[in-house]
């Protein structure tokens, strides 16, 4: 067996991966690399991190509120403050099994100790029940990458830009990674973020379970406030967000011209709304609204997904779980939500809203 | 003087205005203003000519009015329609005209009261009464969103009516091809009349006349002056134009398709990067020279040159001629060589050699410019410079004009050698021609007009040489010079001269350095507010703000045109049941919480009230954690009885009393009614669903298994006793015996024009429909997709 350059190549570029990997790399101990692509401050955002999600699970609840415990220490460690925004998010459903869902999750979550109230009814931009949650925290993207960033290099973590390097994913779970003319070995990949599953997978190798799908990302000219600064529309496929010019950052699911559509359902009443950017792009979600987390199809490399707006603050628990050191909570856990479980899903399902009922590309 | 900025029509000078008749002189009104002018002018060139030099304020600054940066205006009686929104580059001023500005026009009641307060204010001084900071923010043409008045069909459409355009066209059309010529201006050729023909070519005016000429006698070529193209994509053009209607201005929404399309979008004039670099009194050498030329406008009577390139020279001499004090040309190179140096020196300009602008702020007592400039590195040990002056003209060089390449979905890459970002790679059916594709000189453009012409149409096509001038004579052109960043400067450093408004981030303060905060003013695109210029991307690689091998994908994703996101007249769908269906039992995502075979049960309180989906349901009143929950309220009770229908460990039974778990806190309940047939609770389910049948989702019968089950109790002893599991349609599903292979779903053809070429599996750019808005091609049949997916989202 080739001597490995590194012993874990993460691929991603969101903090999730970030995080990931640096973990592995300053309390796992592992020397690891990190393929990324070019970072948030000059791209549309892909999507948010944030700390409360709309899942009705209690232990993904209960290993939310460990981890996000965790991580924000972490972030806090890095001086990571910057990055970081309280918030009062909303999620609002449409429909009524939207709205039993997030009432479901309302109570799993106060359980937990989260305060979650409920709007009154008849609220202008859900035809469904919303719901408010305080005190959550909302990662900044751009603010966050470059100190994330620096932890790495202190950390060692080797990062490589996705563009220089040409990659080789082996049936062990091994990679192959060429780069500036030289050829770096990882003995094991794993697949941090949807780009990097859709990018290193081809459909063979994906899970059934993973469904493959378009987001518009929608970047707004400067506009009137939102309800709150994050809202999240499960039945809808939207997320919105406010960015600090004052315009909004919309991700929409599904064929483009349905995701414009969504989005401006969710937007009424600003019109003439103007766009100041655009991406659109493929992701992947789990069918079945749970998280996944294992090895790809036929292939060892290690697949992360379905971890929805909440991935970054689970971070600790993967490197752990990749790691070899994951609790026995944390071991159940993902075992339960491992790829190649076929129906055995179904008892770790969560409400996918929109989702899981798109087409697929 | 009612036209302070009118160049005299007197003396031997060529800068008279060819677009103007000084014998017939016209006004109008501005925002109540009154505006001189002269037939044949645009309003902006009356604008300017009058004295009004700033667009309005951004943040406490005065930002200039020029080609790139002028608000739309809308006559009077218009200004409850904002699509009718005009350019005021391009529209005709006209004897008798009565406008607005736009975003004046659609100010609340309190916002007129502070814009008469501004108005005022602005009415004495030389600019807009207009401010650029939050509402009046959107600064792109309304016409973007304005449908399509007009169809038309061509075999080749030609966006840019400079040299190349002119050559493609004449190219095409000569060979019976039906073509339509786009320009933006009332007058075609292009800079050619700025950048010349060179050596002993003919002269930039004969050659254009020559090549107007031969498309005029060709049937097959349709024109469209003062039409500015804003979209394009495989087979499809929008452009707006500017029309009159019995002598009045109006707006026209055209789409033209077209299997083929030439791009001759030209290059942008970049402005070089320093404080002030906005402020009314600093024109680029094009639009400078241009405005002159055509309009006979030149601001003040004196001006300070500042350039990094050899055209940067060219307006120095005939403005001269025309009476203009040229104080002095400040060039950044260390020792240029040039004809135009040549011609400069003959007239006697003083010139100085590296020296950059630094800034460019009001001088306020005096009026006009006082500018600040500093040496270069290569002779840093050299003072600053200051000057007053009334105009300062400036060249930073050129990036070519990408904005549609990249909307049509087409690559670029950051060349380091040029400092710009240049077109790579193929696109179906669309090819740049000119300054757009890199060429520079006049024979060169109208062979690449002529060679894009023929590769469309699958000609042989010839290929074109751009021969320069040796750089022994001709200096190369330095990059767009960056100044200095001024700490005291009060005004900002923007990185364009477009409708961005991006400025270049301050530097952390030495005190944040020390104390390790990094800090400074955090720039990230994601914050910029509005989109952005091809040249703004460019600026951005020069700062160092954005990664050069990232500049082409930035261009993608944030040069657009901002099209209104919104469907304001589209209410939100009424709410429909997510799968058609009323579930026969507990959501699937409440598989396995409470055990492999849990049962059903009406929890009733002691209270009388009812419960919400979602309460938990607790041995009793000391847990507290979810995990240790033994149930959860899924269902209203039926038959309009209080508590609800929860779903709980199997070990429950009859009796039992667990606690329920509301917002209000803990309640006692009791079980009650376990389901232990399929009809009981099939027929309660049924009535919960006629409930909602009644809200309007609809229904269907929830399926009874065909196996025998025991009969509801009777008696308490024998409730026990005849207790049978629950019947297994009413549980949570379990995994079936077969595994059910995920079926990939057809993706829709999509109805909207087809994506742009991925970039590591993404797609950047949108197209627009020919209807106007972005980008719903179809709205009825969006629509009822839309419900569809709303009540059946399984048919998406």
Not at chain 1, 195 to 213: G, K, N, Q, S, W
Request: with cysteine.
């Amino acid at each position: 067996m080739a001597d490995a350059s590194y012993e874990i190549a993460v691929f991603g570029s969101t903090p999730l991966a970030a995080l990931l990997a640096g973990l592995l790399a300053s309390e796992h101990h592992k020397r690891v690399c990190l393929i990324a692509e070019a970072g948030s401050a000059f791209r549309v955002p892909r999507g948010i991190d944030l700390s409360v999600m709309p899942v009705t699970r209690p232990e993904t609840w209960a290993l939310l509120k460990d981890t996000t415990a965790e991580t924000l220490r972490l972030l806090a460690q890095i001086r990571a403050k910057a990055g970081m925004q309280r918030v009062d998010p909303i999620f609002a459903a449409d429909m009524p099994a939207g709205s039993e869902a997030l009432s479901h999750m309302r109570h799993v979550a106060m359980g937990f100790g989260y305060a979650v109230e409920r709007l009154p009814s008849g609220a202008a931009f859900a035809a469904g029940d919303a719901y408010r949650l305080r005190d959550a925290v909302l990662l900044r993207r751009a603010e966050i990458e470059p100190l994330l960033a620096a932890w790495l290099e202190k950390a060692g973590v080797g990062q490589l830009a996705a563009r220089d390097v040409g990659v080789t994913l082996r049936r062990d779970g091994t990679a192959r990674i060429a780069y500036a003319g030289t050829n770096l070995e990882a003995a094991q990949a794993v697949l941090a973020d949807d780009a990097a599953i859709v990018t290193y997978l081809e459909a063979p190798e994906r899970d059934r379970t993973l469904a493959l799908h378009h987001v518009t990302a929608l970047l707004t000219e400067p506009t009137h406030s939102l309800q709150a600064p994050v809202m999240i529309y499960p039945d809808r496929g939207v997320t919105l967000s406010r960015n600090r010019s004052g315009g909004v950052v919309a991700l929409g699911s599904g064929a483009p011209e349905i995701a414009l559509a969504q989005i401006g359902r969710c937007l009424t009443g600003r019109s003439p709304l103007r766009r100041a950017g655009q991406r659109i792009f493929r992701t992947v979600t789990t069918a079945d609204g749970a998280p996944l987390v294992g090895p790809a199809r036929g292939i060892k490399a290690v697949v992360i997904a379905g971890l929805g707006v909440g991935g970054a603050f689970l971070a600790p628990a993967v490197a752990r779980l990749i790691a070899g050191t994951a609790s026995k909570k944390e071991q159940d856990y993902f075992a339960a939500r491992e790829a190649g479980r076929g129906n055995a899903r179904s008892l770790v399902a969560d409400y996918a809203g929109s989702i899981s009922l798109e087409a697929q590309v | 003087m009612a036209q302070p900025n009118r160049l005299t029509a007197d003396g031997d000078h060529r800068l008279k205005g060819t677009e103007i008749d000084r014998s017939r002189p016209i006004g109008f009104r501005l925002d109540g203003r009154e505006i001189q002018g002269f037939a044949g002018d645009t309003l902006l060139s009356a604008l300017l000519a009058s004295g009004i030099t700033g667009a309005g304020t951004h943040g406490e600054e005065v930002l200039a009015l020029d080609e790139r940066f002028a608000p739309p205006v809308l006559l009077r009686g218009h200004t409850h329609d904002r699509l009718r929104a005009l350019s005021p580059e391009r529209t005709p001023a006209a004897e008798g005209l009565d406008l607005v500005t736009l975003n004046r026009s659609q100010r609340g009641r309190y916002g007129r009261a502070i814009g008469l307060l501004r108005g005022i204010k602005a009415r004495r001084g030389r600019r807009l009464d207009l401010n650029y900071d939050n509402d009046d923010a959107s600064l792109a043409g309304p016409w973007f969103d304005a449908p399509a008045e007009q169809q038309l069909a061509a075999d080749l459409v030609v966006v840019g009516g400079g040299l190349a355009g002119l050559g493609a066209a004449l190219a095409a059309g000569k060979r019976g091809d039906r073509v339509v010529l786009i320009e933006r201006r009332s007058w075609l050729g292009g800079e050619v009349r700025f950048y010349g023909t060179g050596g002993d070519a003919e002269s930039p005016d004969d050659l254009v006349a020559r090549l107007t000429a031969s498309i005029a006698n060709l049937a097959n070529i349709t024109i469209l002056l003062a039409a500015e193209a804003f979209a394009a994509f495989e087979g499809l053009v929008r452009v707006n134009q500017v029309v009159l209607e019995n002598g009045v201005p109006a707006s026209r929404g055209i789409a033209i398709s077209a299997p083929r399309i030439i791009l001759a979008t030209g290059a942008i004039d970049r402005l070089p990067i320093f404080a002030g670099n906005r402020t009314p009194g600093v024109v680029s050498a094009l639009a400078a020279f241009n405005r002159a030329d055509r309009y006979g406008v030149w601001i003040g009577r004196d001006a300070l040159f500042a350039t990094a390139t050899n055209v940067g020279y060219r307006a120095a001499m005939p403005a001269m001629d025309a009476g203009i004090a040229v104080r002095r040309i400040a060039d950044t190179r260390l020792d240029p060589q040039s004809r135009y140096i040549s011609f400069a020196k003959a007239y006697g300009i003083g010139m100085t050699r590296s020296l950059k602008p630094r800034k460019a702020m009001p001088a306020k007592k005096r009026g006009g410019l006082a500018v600040v400039f500093d040496h270069t590195p290569e002779e840093a040990a050299r003072p600053s410079e200051h000057f007053i002056t009334d105009q300062l003209i400036v060249s930073g060089g050129s990036q070519p004009d990408l904005m549609l390449w990249h909307m049509a979905g087409g690559s670029s890459r950051w060349i380091t050698a040029s400092n710009r970002l240049e077109a790579e790679g193929p696109l179906p059916g669309i090819v740049l021609a000119g300054g757009a594709a890199g060429f520079q000189n006049a024979a060169a453009c109208i062979a690449s007009g002529e060679a894009a012409a023929a590769r469309l149409f699958g000609r042989s096509a010839l290929h074109v040489a751009d021969p320069q001038i040796d750089p022994v004579y001709e200096s190369p052109d330095d990059p767009t010079p960056v100044g200095i960043f001024d700490r005291e400067a009060e005004v900002s450093a923007y990185l364009d001269g477009g409708v961005s408004l991006a400025a270049r981030p301050r530097p952390a303060q030495r005190w944040q350095r020390l104390l390790g905060r990094g800090g400074g003013q955090r720039w990230g695109l994601d914050e910029q507010a509005r989109p952005l210029g091809v040249a703004d991307v460019a600026a951005g690689v020069q700062l160092g703000l954005i990664p050069p091998d990232d500049a082409a994908i930035v261009a993608q994703e944030r040069c657009v045109t901002p099209g209104d996101i919104v469907d304001a007249g589209r209410l939100p769908a009424p709410v429909a049941d997510s799968a058609g269906v009323v579930p026969a039992g507990p959501p699937a995502y409440l598989t396995g919480r409470f055990g492999p075979k849990p049962s059903i049960w009406l929890v009733e309180p002691h209270d009388g009230r009812s419960f919400e989906p979602g309460c938990l349901v607790y041995a009793n009143a000391d847990p507290a954690d979810p995990l240790a929950a033994i149930g959860v309220v899924f269902a209203p009770a039926p038959e309009g009885r209080n508590g609800g229908l929860a779903v709980m460990v199997r070990t429950a039974a009859e009796g039992d009393t667990p606690v329920v778990r509301d917002v209000s806190g803990q309640n006692s309940v009791r079980l009650v009614d376990p389901y232990k047939t399929e009809q009981a609770a099939a027929d309660a389910i049924k009535q919960i669903a006629g409930g909602a049948a009644q809200m309007g989702a609809p229904t269907t019968e929830t399926p009874v298994p065909t196996e025998a089950v025991s009969e509801p109790a009777k008696a308490p002893e024998e409730a026990a006793a005849a207790a049978a599991p629950p019947p297994a349609d009413v549980l949570p599903p379990q995994a079936p015996a077969e595994p059910t292979p995920a079926e990939p779903l057809v993706a829709p053809e999509p109805a909207a024009p087809p994506p742009v070429t991925p970039v590591a599996g993404e797609t950047t750019a949108v197209a627009m429909s020919s209807e106007g808005a972005l980008p719903l091609p179809d709205r009825p049949a969006l629509e009822k997709k839309l419900d569809e997916n709303a009540e059946d989202p399984a048919s998406a």
